[in-house]
T-cell receptor, first 121, second 109 residues
Framework: DADVTQTPRNRITKTGKRIMLECSQT?????MYWYRQDPGLGLRLIYY???????NKGEISDGYSVSRQAQAKFSLSLESAIPNQTALYFC????????????????????FGPGTRLTVL | GQSLEQPSEVTAVEGAIVQINCTYQ??????LSWYQQHDGGAPTFLSY????GLEETGRFSSFLSRSDSYGYLLLQELQMKDSASYFC??????????FGQGTTLQVKP
Protein backbone atom coordinates (compact mmCIF):
# COMPACT_ATOMS: atom_id res chain seq x y z
CA ASP A 1 0.00 0.00 0.00
CA ALA A 2 1.13 3.51 -0.79
CA ASP A 3 2.38 5.54 2.17
CA VAL A 4 0.98 8.85 0.87
CA THR A 5 -2.26 8.78 -1.09
CA GLN A 6 -4.16 11.53 -2.85
CA THR A 7 -7.73 11.63 -4.07
CA PRO A 8 -8.90 12.24 -6.66
CA ARG A 9 -6.07 11.50 -9.08
CA ASN A 10 -7.68 13.48 -11.85
CA ARG A 11 -10.41 16.10 -11.77
CA ILE A 12 -11.99 18.34 -14.34
CA THR A 13 -14.19 21.11 -13.04
CA LYS A 14 -15.67 24.42 -14.06
CA THR A 15 -14.82 27.96 -13.06
CA GLY A 16 -16.44 28.94 -9.79
CA LYS A 17 -16.86 25.43 -8.40
CA ARG A 18 -15.58 24.43 -4.97
CA ILE A 19 -13.03 21.64 -5.08
CA MET A 20 -11.40 19.62 -2.30
CA LEU A 21 -8.26 17.57 -2.77
CA GLU A 22 -7.51 15.05 -0.07
CA CYS A 23 -4.26 13.64 1.20
CA SER A 24 -3.79 10.74 3.60
CA GLN A 25 -0.59 9.21 4.94
CA THR A 26 0.29 6.09 6.88
CA UNK A 27 3.89 7.10 7.60
CA UNK A 28 3.05 8.59 10.99
CA UNK A 29 4.67 11.88 10.03
CA UNK A 30 3.74 15.13 11.74
CA UNK A 31 4.59 17.46 8.88
CA MET A 32 2.47 17.72 5.76
CA TYR A 33 2.68 19.99 2.72
CA TRP A 34 0.71 20.95 -0.38
CA TYR A 35 2.52 21.95 -3.58
CA ARG A 36 1.43 22.83 -7.06
CA GLN A 37 3.50 22.16 -10.13
CA ASP A 38 3.24 24.04 -13.39
CA PRO A 39 5.42 23.36 -16.43
CA GLY A 40 8.76 25.14 -16.07
CA LEU A 41 7.99 26.46 -12.60
CA GLY A 42 8.99 23.58 -10.40
CA LEU A 43 7.16 22.85 -7.16
CA ARG A 44 5.68 25.79 -5.31
CA LEU A 45 4.50 25.53 -1.72
CA ILE A 46 0.84 26.39 -1.10
CA TYR A 47 0.35 25.52 2.59
CA TYR A 48 2.12 23.44 5.19
CA UNK A 49 1.38 22.04 8.61
CA UNK A 50 3.88 20.90 11.24
CA UNK A 51 1.25 19.30 13.45
CA UNK A 52 -2.53 19.05 13.77
CA UNK A 53 -2.87 22.50 15.34
CA UNK A 54 -0.40 24.23 13.05
CA UNK A 55 -1.24 25.69 9.62
CA ASN A 56 1.05 27.99 7.66
CA LYS A 57 0.83 29.78 4.35
CA GLY A 58 3.37 29.00 1.69
CA GLU A 59 4.51 30.98 -1.34
CA ILE A 60 1.20 30.91 -3.21
CA SER A 61 -1.70 30.49 -0.76
CA ASP A 62 -4.13 32.99 -2.32
CA GLY A 63 -7.26 31.23 -3.57
CA TYR A 64 -6.59 28.13 -1.46
CA SER A 65 -7.43 26.94 2.04
CA VAL A 66 -6.49 23.83 3.99
CA SER A 67 -7.71 21.68 6.81
CA ARG A 68 -5.63 19.33 8.97
CA GLN A 69 -8.28 16.94 10.22
CA ALA A 70 -5.86 14.53 11.88
CA GLN A 71 -2.20 13.71 11.87
CA ALA A 72 -2.80 11.51 8.84
CA LYS A 73 -5.06 13.81 6.82
CA PHE A 74 -4.48 17.17 5.16
CA SER A 75 -7.01 18.57 2.68
CA LEU A 76 -6.63 21.38 0.19
CA SER A 77 -9.67 23.38 -0.96
CA LEU A 78 -10.22 25.72 -3.83
CA GLU A 79 -13.24 27.73 -2.74
CA SER A 80 -13.99 29.09 -6.21
CA ALA A 81 -11.82 27.48 -8.85
CA ILE A 82 -10.37 29.54 -11.68
CA PRO A 83 -8.59 28.40 -14.86
CA ASN A 84 -5.12 29.48 -13.72
CA GLN A 85 -5.40 26.95 -10.90
CA THR A 86 -5.12 24.23 -13.50
CA ALA A 87 -2.02 22.34 -12.38
CA LEU A 88 -0.60 19.16 -10.91
CA TYR A 89 -0.99 19.15 -7.12
CA PHE A 90 1.22 17.16 -4.78
CA CYS A 91 0.91 16.38 -1.12
CA UNK A 92 4.06 15.54 0.82
CA UNK A 93 5.02 14.49 4.34
CA UNK A 94 8.16 14.61 6.41
CA UNK A 95 9.29 13.98 9.95
CA UNK A 96 11.85 16.09 11.77
CA UNK A 97 14.87 14.27 13.11
CA UNK A 98 15.95 15.31 16.58
CA UNK A 99 19.67 15.31 17.16
CA UNK A 100 20.92 15.05 20.76
CA UNK A 101 21.87 18.46 22.08
CA UNK A 102 20.97 20.18 18.82
CA UNK A 103 17.21 20.06 18.59
CA UNK A 104 15.62 19.48 15.20
CA UNK A 105 17.95 18.34 12.46
CA UNK A 106 18.15 20.24 9.23
CA UNK A 107 17.48 17.01 7.35
CA UNK A 108 14.05 17.17 5.83
CA UNK A 109 13.42 14.42 3.28
CA UNK A 110 9.91 14.75 1.96
CA UNK A 111 7.76 11.89 0.73
CA PHE A 112 5.33 12.75 -2.04
CA GLY A 113 1.94 11.41 -2.99
CA PRO A 114 1.17 10.44 -6.60
CA GLY A 115 -0.37 13.81 -7.43
CA THR A 116 -3.75 15.15 -8.51
CA ARG A 117 -4.12 16.56 -11.98
CA LEU A 118 -6.70 19.35 -11.79
CA THR A 119 -8.19 21.06 -14.81
CA VAL A 120 -10.41 24.11 -14.39
CA LEU A 121 -12.42 25.00 -17.48
CA GLY B 1 14.09 36.03 -0.10
CA GLN B 2 15.00 32.63 -1.38
CA SER B 3 15.89 31.68 -4.93
CA LEU B 4 17.52 28.81 -6.75
CA GLU B 5 18.90 28.58 -10.27
CA GLN B 6 19.51 25.46 -12.28
CA PRO B 7 19.67 24.84 -16.04
CA SER B 8 16.34 24.09 -17.67
CA GLU B 9 17.58 21.28 -19.90
CA VAL B 10 20.56 18.99 -20.25
CA THR B 11 21.17 16.31 -22.87
CA ALA B 12 23.69 13.49 -22.65
CA VAL B 13 24.32 10.07 -24.16
CA GLU B 14 23.95 6.71 -22.52
CA GLY B 15 27.02 5.73 -20.51
CA ALA B 16 28.24 9.31 -20.15
CA ILE B 17 28.59 11.52 -17.07
CA VAL B 18 26.46 14.60 -16.56
CA GLN B 19 26.57 17.35 -13.95
CA ILE B 20 23.54 19.47 -13.02
CA ASN B 21 24.44 22.67 -11.22
CA CYS B 22 22.41 24.60 -8.69
CA THR B 23 23.08 28.00 -7.19
CA TYR B 24 20.99 29.37 -4.39
CA GLN B 25 20.28 32.40 -2.28
CA UNK B 26 18.63 31.92 1.06
CA UNK B 27 18.81 33.02 4.65
CA UNK B 28 19.13 30.49 7.45
CA UNK B 29 20.53 27.86 5.06
CA UNK B 30 20.64 24.33 6.41
CA UNK B 31 21.23 22.07 3.43
CA LEU B 32 20.70 21.24 -0.22
CA SER B 33 18.60 18.31 -1.43
CA TRP B 34 18.07 16.74 -4.83
CA TYR B 35 14.88 15.11 -6.08
CA GLN B 36 14.12 13.13 -9.22
CA GLN B 37 10.80 13.20 -11.02
CA HIS B 38 9.82 11.05 -13.96
CA ASP B 39 7.25 12.51 -16.30
CA GLY B 40 3.97 13.01 -14.41
CA GLY B 41 5.18 11.06 -11.40
CA ALA B 42 5.88 11.91 -7.80
CA PRO B 43 9.23 13.51 -6.94
CA THR B 44 11.52 11.14 -5.08
CA PHE B 45 14.45 11.99 -2.84
CA LEU B 46 17.97 11.40 -4.13
CA SER B 47 20.43 13.07 -1.77
CA TYR B 48 21.06 15.68 0.89
CA UNK B 49 24.15 17.75 1.69
CA UNK B 50 24.47 19.81 4.85
CA UNK B 51 28.25 20.02 4.88
CA UNK B 52 30.74 20.96 2.18
CA GLY B 53 31.95 18.13 0.05
CA LEU B 54 30.84 15.21 -2.02
CA GLU B 55 28.27 12.59 -1.03
CA GLU B 56 28.17 9.45 -3.13
CA THR B 57 25.25 7.05 -3.52
CA GLY B 58 25.83 4.51 -6.24
CA ARG B 59 25.91 6.17 -9.64
CA PHE B 60 24.73 9.48 -8.19
CA SER B 61 26.84 11.95 -6.25
CA SER B 62 25.98 15.36 -4.84
CA PHE B 63 28.31 18.19 -3.95
CA LEU B 64 27.91 21.30 -1.82
CA SER B 65 29.99 24.42 -1.32
CA ARG B 66 28.34 26.56 1.34
CA SER B 67 30.78 29.44 0.83
CA ASP B 68 29.86 29.61 -2.87
CA SER B 69 26.13 28.89 -2.35
CA TYR B 70 26.53 26.22 -4.99
CA GLY B 71 25.93 22.56 -5.42
CA TYR B 72 25.68 19.98 -8.13
CA LEU B 73 24.31 16.53 -8.83
CA LEU B 74 26.60 14.20 -10.74
CA LEU B 75 25.14 11.25 -12.59
CA GLN B 76 27.57 8.63 -13.86
CA GLU B 77 27.14 5.74 -16.29
CA LEU B 78 23.95 7.29 -17.58
CA GLN B 79 21.09 4.98 -18.40
CA MET B 80 17.97 5.63 -20.42
CA LYS B 81 15.90 5.38 -17.23
CA ASP B 82 17.75 8.42 -15.86
CA SER B 83 15.78 10.60 -18.28
CA ALA B 84 13.74 12.69 -15.87
CA SER B 85 13.53 16.09 -14.21
CA TYR B 86 15.92 16.86 -11.37
CA PHE B 87 15.18 19.47 -8.74
CA CYS B 88 17.49 21.02 -6.22
CA UNK B 89 15.85 22.26 -3.03
CA UNK B 90 17.13 24.26 -0.07
CA UNK B 91 16.28 23.58 3.55
CA UNK B 92 16.35 26.48 5.96
CA UNK B 93 15.52 27.27 9.54
CA UNK B 94 11.86 27.69 8.50
CA UNK B 95 11.49 23.92 8.16
CA UNK B 96 10.32 24.27 4.56
CA UNK B 97 11.86 23.11 1.32
CA UNK B 98 12.15 25.61 -1.51
CA PHE B 99 12.54 23.98 -4.90
CA GLY B 100 14.34 25.11 -8.00
CA GLN B 101 12.52 25.11 -11.31
CA GLY B 102 14.00 21.79 -12.33
CA THR B 103 16.38 20.48 -14.97
CA THR B 104 15.07 18.12 -17.62
CA LEU B 105 17.67 15.50 -18.44
CA GLN B 106 17.35 13.70 -21.73
CA VAL B 107 19.52 10.63 -22.17
CA LYS B 108 20.05 9.56 -25.76
CA PRO B 109 21.17 6.15 -27.01
Amino acid sequence: DADVTQTPRNRITKTGKRIMLECSQTKGHDRMYWYRQDPGLGLRLIYYSFDVKDINKGEISDGYSVSRQAQAKFSLSLESAIPNQTALYFCATSDPIYEPGQGVSSYNEQFFGPGTRLTVL
Amino acid sequence: GQSLEQPSEVTAVEGAIVQINCTYQTSGFYGLSWYQQHDGGAPTFLSYNALDGLEETGRFSSFLSRSDSYGYLLLQELQMKDSASYFCAVSSNTGKLIFGQGTTLQVKP
